[in-house]
């Protein structure tokens, strides 16, 4: 392995940690939203039981003691149940803009190694050119191996760079899908409570006095 990498160069060193950084990521982002998704669909059906009882108190408090940002979300409009449906909704789209950016965070690390892997191994294939032509303005062209093994040195750091940035790229796209599935289910989720609010307002408002 190490013998691969120093053939290739200083350049393929990098390549290896943005491949590991972005490895990190993915490990931890998969098994987050993993955890998001099932703890979500849990919480969304609990208060949905709740609140078709018109125990608005014991959604609030079911909202309350979760760390899931879908409960943030819902925990927002169940507060202001007394408020119009306009105010409700405008509540809950500026606590979804607070909390959606952390299901996605650290993807930019994944989409940046992504994009940056190939370029730095496509300019480790630069240098490795550079020093092939060099050796031939010192050697001259007597011996075609030297250029050939130079070439084939060269071009190590841009395979490394593709073999890095493509697998990086599908798992990206494989988790900005995990994300915006949250996100919708997120929003039915929160269009259902603010539904629910106006439909049965008067209710509510009765059960609190």
């Not at 990190?24 to 609140?51: G, H, M, P």
């Not at 018109?54 to 899931?68: H, L, M, P, Q, V």
């Not at 940056?116 to 050796?135: C, D």
């Amino acid at each position: 392995m190490f013998a691969f990498l120093n053939k290739g160069g200083w350049l393929m060193y990098v390549i290896l940690f943005l491949s590991i950084l972005s490895f990190t990521v993915f490990v931890e982002r998969i098994k987050y939203l993993k955890d998001v998704k099932r703890n979500s669909k849990k919480l969304a059906e609990r208060v949905r039981q709740v609140l078709k009882r018109g125990d608005i108190r014991s959604a609030i408090s079911i909202c309350e003691k979760s760390k899931e940002p879908i409960a943030r979300v819902l925990l927002a409009g169940l507060k202001n149940y007394n408020e119009d449906r306009e105010y409700i909704i405008e509540v809950i789209k500026s606590t979804a803009s607070r909390e959606i950016p952390r299901l996605g965070r650290n993807l930019g690390i994944m989409s940046t190694s992504a994009s940056v892997a190939p370029l730095i191994g496509l300019l480790g294939t630069v240098f490795g050119m550079i020093q092939s032509f060099h050796s031939i303005e010192l050697e001259g062209t007597g011996k075609p191996q030297v250029l050939a093994g130079g070439i084939s040195v060269a071009l190590l750091t841009t395979a490394f760079g593709l073999t890095v940035a493509i697998p990086t790229i599908i798992a990206y796209n494989y988790l900005t899908h995990l994300v915006d599935q949250e996100i919708l289910y997120m929003e039915e989720e929160a269009s259902f409570v603010v539904d629910f609010i106006v439909k049965n307002k008067a209710l509510l408002l009765k059960s609190e006095v």
